[in-house]
């Protein structure tokens, strides 16, 4: 890791990648200092506690929604509703890669480590909570296209909810098909709600 990058941030960065891919547990500081490029001491300056430094790492999620997940879908297409589907391939598009070992980060730690520790679980809601809003922006620029009386903020819950279950689905299976079936559901009910035909899947 670059030593360009101030130490707080590069021990920032090293725990939110083990985290991602070993989970908290299973991600010692000792390990997170290796990959940091850093000394104990710089660890505790920043950080009083392990569970510190996860809620540093939870609040860069935050930073990095937008960067990370949104803007490269939302490059893909200027359709609100297709901005939708941009984003969730971008997390099939990871599934693939990664082969199916590494699921949505914040899902993960609402899993393993929110149990028990308010103030995780809180950083892990407003993550969760900034997502659905940007979802729920999409649908607000779509909302000619669909039902006056939809509540487009329970749908952005429910999208998520797609998501996460389908990821989770694709792990368990080692297959991406739980996934795209789970987004193909979806896409036949956004289909439905906006007018288009159902496609037909025989």
């Not at 540093?56 to 297709?82: C, G, H, N, Q």
């Amino acid at each position: 890791m670059s030593t360009d990058v101030p130490t707080r941030q590069r021990i920032i960065d090293a725990a939110q990648l083990l985290f991602h891919r070993h989970g908290y547990e299973k991600t010692s500081l000792s390990d997170i200092l290796a990959k940091a490029g850093a000394n104990s001491g710089s660890l505790y300056y920043a950080f009083k506690s392990k569970e510190e430094l996860l809620l540093a790492v939870l609040d860069s999620y935050v930073d990095k929604l937008y960067p990370m997940v949104m803007d490269p879908a939302f490059a893909r297409t200027k359709d609100p509703i297709e901005r939708i589907f941009a984003v969730l391939t971008g997390y099939r598009e990871m599934l693939l890669a990664f082969k199916f070992e590494l699921g949505c980060p914040i899902g993960n730690l609402a899993i393993e480590a929110a149990e028990g520790r308010p103030e995780v679980a809180q950083r892990v809601a407003l993550n969760f909570g900034n997502w659905c809003k940007a979802v729920e922006g999409c649908l607000d620029a779509a909302a000619d296209r669909l039902p006056a009386d939809l509540d487009r903020a329970a749908l952005s819950r429910f999208i998520l909810t797609v998501m996460e279950g389908g990821i989770m689905q694709a792990r368990a299976h080692r297959s991406i098909e739980p996934y795209d079936v789970s987004v193909s559901q979806l896409r036949d009910y956004m289909n439905r709600l906006t007018g288009q035909q159902p496609v037909d899947r025989a």
